[in-house]
């Protein structure tokens, strides 16, 4: 029996914008974890279009597909071509979840929410020759997890091999998030057992690790579990976690003495009625700028991501987010246009509110004006947001934004690794096409080195999210 697994390319793989060293940093880890269920004599292999050629000439027994929005059209026609060769398809992932309807056209078995429970159920029912129409994850644990199939991964064309995931999920109830879509009908959050994690970690080469979780402090007793068993362990690694869960207590130290060295936060808006309205509850009545000096201290360099669009945003919102994330010394912005994605109380509102522009799900990419906005024209939203990460991304924003740093060490990480992640796209490319993105990983190791604590906040004047009035 012979499986193959597929990530079809986004659409944003075609457009203008396309950056390949971004859709080179992780490999697809999800489909790596569902080959770890199959029995030891069936073959497997794993093909990222992103990163590799895929050959459509072959007759595997069975295709899996992972869906997301704006692969939507090109995995369906994948999923057509192999189902005319007489192959069994599946699809899964956030979109088939948000649209089984649409994605059961295209497949012979779907799987909805987190597949760790429903795929072997679906292994062995195909064995039985019984597989079922669609199959969904009643059951939510990641005990007795199988080590992820990481030898199906040509580690060599990711600048992240090591990256990893130890939690499912998020305790949190964005509007705009696909989270609660996707694991609607069961536990939302969840993790690994501490043991297991740390296993998996233990098993990875080298000292870089990337945490691809939602939310890694969102259970607290596990990520400090977490961090006071990695404190030996002598890695660095990166994350993403919530304003609240940075603010709040000693996890965030905890992480940075077991070798955090950036993380993603979610700001979204500096406004808090955009907050209120996304129900982003647990970056209310937070105070950003002590948020981002708290990070600064620890040596912990910050990816922000801010959304533009929602109801509250006028033309203003994207220099003034801007001018924000340069003062507070953010070191990456990622930015977005607000993106109603089916299956969330995001579209429900829009569609309600019949301000739905289109259904073309490949122009559901975040760079593009899905809904009608509020207070501007949709032209004017893509404009704004184009124009921020060009101001963002300034070598005089650059610059201006290392200099917040109290340390000439920091503020040299600071610049290096902005500038490297967006000014060197060459040497990028030249590293993707020899096929040798891992010989970069020493030096992602190196401009994540530990700094040592800056000694006097460069600001302090605070930006506190509590009423419309403040900024
Ligand atoms: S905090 Fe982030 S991951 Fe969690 S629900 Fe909100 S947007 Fe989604």
Known sequence: MKFKFILPSLTEAESPFWRPIKYSLFPPLGLATLASYLPPEYEAEIIDQHVQALSLDDRPDVVAIQVYITNAYRAYQIADHYRNKGCYVILGGLHVTSLPDEAQQHADTIILGPAEEAFPRFLEDLKNNQPRERYFSNKRTLNNTPPTRRELIDRKRYLVPNSIVVTRGC????????????????????????????????????????????????????????????????????????????????????AAEAGLRSVFVGFESLNPNNLKQSNKKQNLGRDYKRLTNRLHDLGIMINGSFVFGLDDDDPNVFQHTVDWAIEAGITTSTFHIATP?????????????????????????TRHATYQPMKMSCPQL??????????????????????????????????????????????????????????????????????????????????????????
């Not at 994605?341 to 990419?365: C, I, V």
């Open 171 to 254: 305790p949190h109830h964005c509007d705009f998030c696909y989270k609660d879509a996707f694991y609607r009908g069961g536990k939302s959050f969840y993790t690994q057992q501490l043991d297991d994690a740390l296993q998996e970690i233990e098993r990875l080469p080298g000292r870089h690790l990337y945490f691809l979780d939602d939310h890694l402090l969102g259970n607290k007793r596990f990520a400090r579990d977490l961090f006071n068993n990695m404190k030996g362990m002598n890695r660095i690694f990166q994350g993403a976690a919530t304003v609240n869960s940075i603010l709040d207590g000693d996890l965030i130290d905890l």
């Open 341 to 365: 994605y089916p299956g969330t109380a995001f579209y429900q509102k829009m569609e309600q509110s019949k301000r739905m522009l289109t259904h073309n799900w490949d122009l559901f990419d």
């Open 382 to 471: 893509e404009q704004g947001y184009r124009q921020s990460y060009r101001e963002f991304y300034r070598w005089s924003a650059i610059t201006r934004a290392s200099l917040f740093h109290g340390s000439a060490k920091h503020q040299l990480k600071h610049f290096f690794y902005t500038s490297g992640w967006k000014k060197f796209e060459p040497l990028w490319n030249l590293a993707i096409q020899m096929k040798k993105l891992n010989l970069m990983t020493p030096l992602l190791e190196t401009v994540l080195a530990k700094v040592t604590p800056r000694q006097a906040p460069a600001s302090t004047r605070p930006i506190t999210i509590t009423s419309p009035s403040t900024p």
